[in-house]
């Protein structure tokens, strides 16, 4: 053996005995499990199994799959959500039937209720004289059952809105087929400022060659039912009086409806409820649009809401991704694998 290596042997022996001598404790046994404390438990806890620990977590309840950062709070994206359905009718019907009820119920109720919706009412039937009463009967419907549902509520007629009303209580009448007149409560005297505003519609409606002008009387949802309902019929009948006998309108150009309380503008839970239901509209179609034989016996629906949620985290699927979540891992002896 060469000298090299008889001082290669010497060094290595003498550093096998510097490790047994210095680094391993004389009778070492192998030490048991310790317990960890209470406090130590809760701060590497993983309460809402996100994959961070409490003592990193800034964000709990994570919701689970939900993608986080490295301190538990998951980024927020912004989806838009679309629901489009149809309310048919029977023919030249305008009242919501039970058939039409079930169909506005069941694209109502599947709309999330934690988001507030822009919900529209159309028909691109310029030809359909039943528009303004079926819309206006829907409008009801949606606001004595589901009143807090939307944030705005549009009404579009053959590609012109007429209509569009708020949670708030604000209400547009954007076209000029289309007015709306307030009231005092408990009073069906028409106020001298809408006067001219009636006069100039009136005005309009002659130029556009109007058909049937539909008046519809309304009240506010407090008081008695009877009570209401009179008082809508004196509001529809003064502006029916001053149409016919100021304006000289013939009856056969006006429909006159009084519906008290039950078909409230806005909701009955908005702020402006009350002043904005003691009301009368005037909403009148053009003399070709009245062609009854050309009914169009539905109305579209449509919804449309931006969902904020927290960002999914990716998942991979395989074909035996089944197997692996219900077959259970064999049990393998780990030290013997040098784990």
Not at 170 to 175: A, L
Not at 196 to 223: C, D, L, P, T, W
Not at 249 to 261: D, F, H, R, T
Not at 264 to 279: C, D, G, M, T, Y
Request: aromatic share 8%; glycine share 4%.
């Amino acid at each position: 053996m060469t000298k090299y290596k008889l001082i290669g042997l010497f060094f290595l022996q003498t550093s096998l005995l510097a490790c047994s001598t210095f680094n391993l404790p004389e009778n070492s046994e192998t030490q048991s499990w310790q317990n960890i404390s209470q406090v130590a438990y809760e701060r590497l806890h993983d309460a809402d199994k996100d994959g961070v620990i409490a003592a990193r977590e800034l964000c709990d309840e994570t919701i689970a799959k939900r993608e986080v950062n490295n301190y538990g709070c998951s980024e927020q994206v912004q989806t838009e959500q679309n629901r489009q359905s149809r309310i048919y009718f029977p023919y030249q019907e305008v009242e919501l039937n039970d058939v039409a009820k079930l169909a506005l119920d069941e694209f109502l109720q599947n709309l999330s209720q934690e988001n507030t919706w822009a919900i529209k009412l159309n028909s691109e039937q310029a030809q359909n004289p039943y528009f303004v009463e079926r819309t206006d009967n829907i409008v009801a419907y949606i606001n004595n059952q589901y009143p807090e549902l939307y944030h705005e509520l549009t009404l579009t007629h053959a590609g012109k809105v007429y209509k569009r009303v708020t949670d708030s209580g604000e209400v547009e009448t954007p076209s000029e087929q289309a007015h709306i007149l307030y009231f005092d409560h408990d009073s069906a005297i028409i106020p001298l400022s809408e006067q001219e505003k009636i006069a100039q519609f009136i005005r309009q409606y002659k130029a556009n060659k109007g058909g049937v002008i539909h008046i519809g009387g309304h009240a506010s949802q407090s008081g008695e039912d009877d009570y209401n309902l009179k008082l809508s019929q004196r509001r529809a009948d003064a502006i029916m009086h001053l149409l016919t006998r100021i304006m000289e309108l013939s009856a056969s150009q006006v429909k006159l409806k009084a519906l008290g309380e039950k078909a409230p503008l806005v909701s009955p839970v908005s702020p402006q409820a009350e002043n904005k239901n003691r009301r009368v509209e005037l909403v009148y179609q053009y003399t070709e649009q009245q062609a009854a034989s050309e009914d169009d016996t539905r109305i579209e629906i449509s919804a449309q809401t931006i969902l904020t949620q927290a960002k999914l985290k990716w998942h991979i699927y395989i074909m035996e991704e089944d197997a692996l979540e219900t077959t259970p891992a064999p049990t393998q002896d780990h030290e013997a694998l040098g784990w």
